[in-house]
């Protein structure tokens, strides 16, 4: 199973672009990048997912490099309401495995 | 929309009794899966089903067995129940084609 590795916790200042950081330089050419946030103990909520363009939807942007080794998920305007632990997962077939996730805190 | 449904949303077991937990997928979602978070813990991956049939295993206990039925739910079971058992259990459906899994609120147990 690819690995990612994330910081454990960022600020951000309310507003302001959140970029959280991930590396998975052990994902293979057909896996899914995918992010997650939890809010408190919550059901975790899905933000997006990419193979290898950059994606943006409502939510989020994805920044995948081009090597894919790494991305970089930016939440444009962050909020107090986007205060939670991200995840970044590569997706294994029948299986999300959630590595130890960022603390996003969002400051007023 | 419908969403991902647990049941219950909250059980408090005595140590080595038995708990069955239930997850009613997004309907027409066809692969389940089922996760366990410990308290300061991450989501730790238990066992998927696809059409009904084990696709997947993670670190799941051998106490514990789930399966997924011809309505496509799925019920984990748990017996022997210890206190480390304690945590939110998290239900996740998908679509296999489309990929992205959509998480059901949990189950927190609790075993005293």
């Known amino acids: 199973d690819a690995k990612t590795t994330q910081p454990t916790s960022m600020d951000c200042a309310e507003g302001r672009a959140a970029n959280l950081p991930c590396n998975h330089s052990?994902?293979?050419?057909?896996?899914?990048v995918y992010w997650y946030r939890q809010i408190h103990s919550q059901g975790p909520q899905y933000i997006i997912h990419g193979l290898k363009n950059n994606e943006t939807n409502e939510m989020a942007s994805l920044i995948i490099t081009e090597d894919r080794k790494s991305s970089t998920l930016i939440l444009p305007h962050a909020t107090l309401r986007d205060t939670a632990v991200y995840y970044c997962i590569v997706r294994n077939a029948y299986k999300y495995i959630f590595g130890t996730g960022t603390r996003l805190k969002v400051l007023a | 929309a419908a969403g991902v449904i647990q049941s219950p949303r909250h059980l408090i077991k005595e140590k080595r009794e038995t708990a069955t937990l239930k997850c009613y997928p997004i309907p027409r979602h066809d692969t389940v899966y089922w996760y366990q978070q410990g308290p300061g813990q991450d989501p730790q991956f238990l066992i998927s089903?696809?059409?009904?049939?084990?696709?997947d295993k993670g670190s799941i206990p051998d106490r514990f067995s789930a399966q997924q039925f011809s309505d496509y739910h799925s019920e984990l079971n748990m017996s022997s129940l210890e206190l480390g058992d304690s945590a939110l259990y998290f239900c996740a459906s998908s679509l296999i084609g489309a990929g992205i899994a959509f998480f059901g609120q949990g189950t927190r147990l609790t075993v005293v």
């Open positions: 052990t994902i293979s050419g057909n896996e899914y």
């Open positions: 089903f696809y059409e009904k049939m084990q696709s």
